[in-house]
């Protein structure tokens, strides 16, 4: 039988001149991190969580009663699920260049930040960070923490491509990697794909080549971003329940009518975009186009440093990270004779199956923990 988790404490965690894959350096970095269940020992019990692209470190529980929702993988994370928190002392951290930075429930430093060096936002002069640089910053909480090893990493969509990036980077830290609804790399398809999200952002005139924090965020295209990153992340079985059907008169008769459909969606997102910053968009997508496991070479040759136990779980109906991307890595593990699994998925949500039905994988999860 299972448990409700505790109330979850959000924390804080910074770290001073934190050097990117890329050679820049941020002299100062702040996360938020959270954590359930209790630390063993010999501190041999943690699992790492890593977000998805929209997503922070609330990954299970409730921070206040007043909460309306759970984390995002609640249904599988507490105590009797399938990641337990009886027996593992489960981690997870929000990224850098968050989405919702204005969220109070988010701890992050990204272009929204104050550059010490002009007393103002960082705008688009906040470095190019990596899938890597995450991992490094999840590396240097642990460490405080007096964790050197991980019983498992798993995550969700660009949490699936953090999971990944820590096994292959950090072999030795690693015994098993899930990974759902990722990738090891992206392909020309996918990276134009994503292209579209900063394209809202950027056709908004109000988003000022990145110079709006004095005026206001450019609310349309992040609308305008948002709808097409929930579009992309859905299936037309679960989309068309929630959206009117195009049969009104006007787009008929009007070029410049739209569908109520559209403008539905577009309303939606505009309601959705109280915290979350323009300019971030624009990195969380270049961060998840540049994506290779390992940064440098080739998908092959880093996934030969792999030692972890793999997991592969993408959606069957997903159109965003299809899933003859994560069989990529699979196939080529289990060619290399690396301890692998691979399942799809199944739902009606394609890519949000990852959030949305994983809880149908509890025991397939919770076997491969053991």
């Known amino acids: 039988m299972t ?9 804080r965690f910074t770290t001073a001149n934190f050097s990117l894959v890329n050679g820049a350096v941020l002299p100062q970095v702040a996360l938020g991190w959270e954590a359930y269940g209790q630390l063993n020992a010999d501190k041999s019990n943690a699992v790492l969580i890593t977000h998805h692209f929209s997503g922070n470190s609330h990954a299970a529980g409730r921070y206040r009663q007043s909460d309306a929702e759970a984390g995002y993988w609640d249904s599988i994370i507490g105590p009797g699920k399938a990641i337990d928190t009886d027996r593992f002392y489960v981690l997870s951290m929000d990224s850098l260049c ?28 906040f470095p190019v960070y990596a899938i890597g640089d995450l991992v490094n910053v999840q590396k240097a909480l642990l460490e405080s923490l007096g964790i050197g090893h991980l019983h498992a990493v798993a995550g969700p969509s660009s949490g699936a491509f953090q999971a990944l990036e820590w096994a292959v980077r950090y072999p030795d830290w690693v015994s098993r ?12 398809w996918t990276v134009c794909g994503l292209e579209r999200w900063s394209d809202g952002v950027k056709s908004d005139p109000a988003w000022q080549d990145g110079h709006y924090y004095d005026d206001g965020q450019p609310l349309a295209g992040i609308a305008r971003a948002m709808a097409s ?13 929630l959206y009117a059907p195009p049969s009104e008169a006007a787009p008929r008769q009007d070029i410049r009518a739209r569908h109520q459909c559209v403008d539905q969606l577009l309303a939606t997102m505009t309601a959705k975009a109280e915290f979350v910053d323009a300019n971030s968009i624009l990195y969380l997508v ?9 940064f440098e070479g080739t998908l092959a040759e880093n996934l030969e440093k792999l030692r972890a136990k ?22 080529q593990l289990a060619a290399a004779d ?12 394609g890519h949000l199956d990852g959030i949305a039905s994983i809880a149908s ?6 076997a491969f923990l053991d």
């Open 3 to 11: 448990k409700a988790l505790p109330w979850v404490q959000k924390q």
């Open 98 to 125: 968050n989405l919702q930075p204005f969220s109070p429930d988010v701890v992050t430093t990204g272009p929204a930040s104050i550059n010490p060096a002009t007393a103002k936002p960082y705008g688009l002069d």
């Open 177 to 188: 990697m899930i990974s759902v609804i990722g990738a090891g790399q992206l392909d020309a």
């Open 229 to 241: 990153i929930f579009y992309d992340a859905t299936y037309p079985s679960s989309f068309n329940r």
């Open 286 to 294: 270049r961060a998840s186009q540049n994506f290779l496991a390992g």
């Open 310 to 331: 793999t997991l592969f779980l993408p959606a069957r109906h997903d159109r965003l990270l299809m899933p003859y991307l994560a069989r990529q890595c699979y196939e």
């Open 338 to 349: 690396k301890l692998t699994h691979y399942q799809e998925v199944d739902g009606c949500w």
């Open 361 to 366: 994988e509890s025991e397939l999860i919770k």
